[in-house]
C-alpha cells in the first residue's frame, strides 16, 4: 500500500470552529511523518497547533480531509473502533501532564496497558522507568514528584503501549529550562533508541532546535 510508508498521514484536514463568528482553525493542511522522525510544530498562540495535534491524536475529527495510521485509514473508524485504535496506536503527552492522583508513577504507566486488557512485562516498565529516571518515583504519588519527574511519568505511559506515534502539545510548557532540556533530550531519545515518530508542540525555538525537522503554522496553514 502506497500510504504505509509514512507513520501517520493527514491529506488535506480542515477544521471550523462554528460560531457567530466560525474560526477557521485549520485550513487544508497535508503532512507524513515517517518512522523513527522526531518533528516540532511550532507556531503563534492561536495558530491552530493544539487543534491539529488532536486531529491527528484521534481525540478531535477533522471536517474534511483523512487521517492515515501505519498506513490505514483512520477516518471514518466508528468511536469504539477510533478508541481501540487510539489506546494502541497513539501516545499523548499533555502539558499539565495528566497524571491519576491516586495512581502511583508506575500504576499511571501501566493504566493504558491494563486499559487494552493486557498485562505490563514488569521488568520491561521498570527499565523504561530507569531510562528515564523514575525508578526512584516507581512508588510515588504525583503530589510527592517534582514538575520535571511528572512529565517523564506522563512520557513513560506514553511510550508504555508501545505506539506507532508519540504527540505532546507543550510537553515542557510548565517546566523550566534544566527540565525542558531534559525532556527534549529524552523525546529525541525516544525516537533514536525505540524508533517512535514524536509529534510535539512548543512555542519555545528552543525545544523545536532539538527535533530532526520543523513545521511552522500560521493562522491555520503550514508554511513549513
Ligand atoms: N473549542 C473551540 N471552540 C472555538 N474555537 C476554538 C476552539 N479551540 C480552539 N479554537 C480557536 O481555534 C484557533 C486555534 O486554536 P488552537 O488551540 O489550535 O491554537 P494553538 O496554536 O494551540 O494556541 P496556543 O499556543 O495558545 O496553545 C484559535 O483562534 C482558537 O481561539
Ligand atoms: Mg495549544
Given at each position: ?210 527535533a530532526d525537522r520543523i513545521i511552522r503554522i500560521s493562522d491555520g496553514v503550514v508554511t513549513e
Amino acid at each position: 500500500m502506497e500510504t504505509a510508508k509514512y507513520v501517520l498521514e493527514a491529506r488535506g484536514i480542515s477544521r471550523t470552529y462554528k460560531g457567530e463568528v466560525p474560526v477557521y482553525a485549520l485550513k487544508e493542511t497535508d503532512l507524513a511523518f515517517t518512522e523513527g522522525e522526531f518533528v516540532a510544530i511550532i507556531g503563534r498562540s492561536g495558530s491552530g497547533k493544539s487543534t491539529l495535534l488532536r486531529i491527528l491524536a484521534t481525540l478531535d475529527v477533522s471536517d474534511t480531509g483523512e487521517l492515515y495510521i501505519e498506513g490505514e485509514k483512520v477516518s471514518g473508524l466508528k468511536d469504539a473502533e477510533l478508541a481501540r485504535f487510539r489506546r494502541r496506536r497513539i501516545g499523548f503527552i499533555y502539558q499539565d501532564y495528566n497524571l491519576f492522583p491516586e495512581y502511583t508513577a508506575y500504576e499511571n504507566i501501566v493504566f493504558p496497558i491494563h486499559l487494552d486488557g493486557r498485562t505490563e512485562d514488569k521488568a520491561a516498565v521498570e527499565k523504561l522507568m530507569e531510562d528515564l529516571g523514575i525508578l526512584h518515583c516507581r512508588d510515588k504519588f504525583p503530589h510527592e514528584m517534582s514538575g520535571g519527574e511528572q512529565q517523564r511519568t506522563s512520557i513513560a505511559r506514553a511510550l508504555a503501549t508501545e505506539p506507532a506515534v508519540i504527540l505532546a502539545d507543550e510537553p515542557t510548557g510548565n517546566l523550566d529550562a534544566e527540565n525542558s532540556q531534559k525532556v527534549a533530550e529524552l523525546l529525541k531519545f525516544c525516537s533514536e533508541e525505540y524508533r517512535r515518530t514524536i509529534v510535539m508542540v512548543t512555542h519555545d525555538q528552543g525545544m523545536a532546535n532539538y527535533a530532526d525537522r520543523i513545521i511552522r503554522i500560521s493562522d491555520g496553514v503550514v508554511t513549513e
